[in-house]
C-alpha cells in the first residue's frame, strides 16, 4: 500500500491547523462582535457574565475552541464561569467603582481649573468642587451639574470670602516679609503677630468654602461658623491641615507632584477633605 512521505503529511497537518486558526479566529471574531452589539445575546453591562453565559454559550466555544486542534476538553456543569464574569462586569464592583470615581476626580478638577481661569471666580470655582466631591461621596447626583449648580449658586459670596481672605492672606504675607528684613524689636514684635495670626486665617479657610457649599448664611456668619467648626472639630482641622501640607512640601521637593497637583492634584485634595466635611457637617444637622 501507498504511504504519503512525513513530509507531506507534515503539510497536511499544517495547512489542516491553519485552516483550523483561521476559521477559529474568525469564529472568535464574530463571537465577540455579536457580543458587543447584542444581537445575539440580549443583555445589559449589569450582570453581563451572568446573562451571558446562562446558556453555556462560553463553555460550548471553549470545547469547540480545543476541539479543532484534537482535544477533548469537556468542562463540567458549574465550572463557575458565570459567576466569574459576573464578578468582572459587574458596574459595582470594586475596581469599576474605583476608575469611576477617578474620573469624575479628575474631571472636577479639570472644570475647577478652567472656571478658575478669571481668578477672580477661584473662590466659586473652590465651593463648587467640594460641593460635588461631597456629592460623589454620597452617590447624589451627577458631578458636571452638581458643580454648576453650585458655581451659579454661590458665585456672588463665595467671590467675596475669595476677596477677604486674598485681601488677609496678602497682608500677613507682608508683615512677614517686611519684618524679616528688619531686626527692631517692633519688626519682630510684627513678624510674630503675623505667625499666631496665621493660624485661625488657615482654619477658616479650610473650612469657609465648605460652610459655603453647604450652608446658606450672610458672609459673616460663614466667617464665624467656620472658625467654630474649626476649633470644635480641632482634631478634623488638624488632619486636614497635614493633607494640605503635605501636598505642599510634595509640589515643592518633587517635579513629579507639580504634573500630578496640575493634573488632578486639587481634586484629589478636595475629595479627600470632603470626606471630613461629609462627616462633620452630617453630625452637626443630626444635632
Not at 518633587?254 to 461629609?278: D, R
Request: charged share 15%; proline share 1%.
Amino acid at each position: 500500500m501507498w504511504k504519503e512521505s512525513p513530509q507531506a503529511v507534515s503539510k497536511v497537518n499544517t495547512k489542516r491547523n491553519s485552516r483550523a486558526v483561521k476559521n477559529t479566529a474568525q469564529e472568535f471574531l464574530s463571537f465577540v462582535w455579536q457580543i458587543w452589539t447584542g444581537s445575539k445575546f440580549a443583555v445589559g453591562w449589569r450582570g453581563f457574565g451572568a446573562n451571558l453565559d446562562r446558556g453555556g454559550q462560553i463553555r460550548s466555544w471553549l470545547e469547540g475552541f480545543w476541539g479543532k486542534f484534537g482535544y477533548g476538553v469537556k468542562f463540567a456543569d458549574g465550572w463557575g464561569g458565570d459567576r466569574l464574569l459576573d464578578r468582572i462586569f459587574d458596574a459595582d464592583n470594586v475596581v469599576f467603582r474605583f476608575l469611576g470615581t477617578v474620573g469624575y476626580v479628575w474631571w472636577l478638577h479639570i472644570l475647577w481649573l478652567l472656571c478658575s481661569l478669571p481668578v477672580i471666580t477661584v473662590g466659586a470655582s473652590t465651593t463648587a468642587l467640594i460641593y460635588s466631591c461631597m456629592k460623589l461621596h454620597n452617590g447624589e447626583g451627577y458631578a458636571t451639574r452638581n458643580f454648576f449648580h453650585s458655581f451659579r449658586e454661590n458665585l456672588v459670596q463665595s467671590t467675596i470670602l475669595f476677596v477677604i481672605f486674598l485681601a488677609a492672606g496678602g497682608l500677613l504675607l507682608m508683615d512677614l516679609v517686611l519684618s524679616g528684613q528688619t531686626a527692631s524689636w517692633l519688626g519682630q514684635f510684627v513678624r510674630y503677630g503675623a505667625i499666631v495670626l496665621l493660624i485661625p486665617y488657615t482654619m477658616m479657610l479650610l473650612y469657609a468654602f465648605a460652610v459655603q457649599a453647604k450652608f446658606v448664611n450672610p458672609v459673616a456668619k460663614t466667617l464665624r461658623y467656620s472658625f467654630g467648626m474649626a476649633v470644635k472639630y480641632f482634631k478634623y482641622t488638624f488632619q486636614m491641615a497635614c493633607v494640605v501640607a503635605i501636598t505642599l512640601f510634595l509640589n515643592m521637593t518633587i517635579v513629579l507632584a507639580n504634573f500630578i497637583t496640575l493634573s488632578a492634584g486639587v481634586g484629589i485634595v478636595v475629595y479627600i477633605l470632603s470626606l471630613y466635611y461629609n462627616k462633620i457637617f452630617s453630625e452637626i444637622l443630626e444635632r
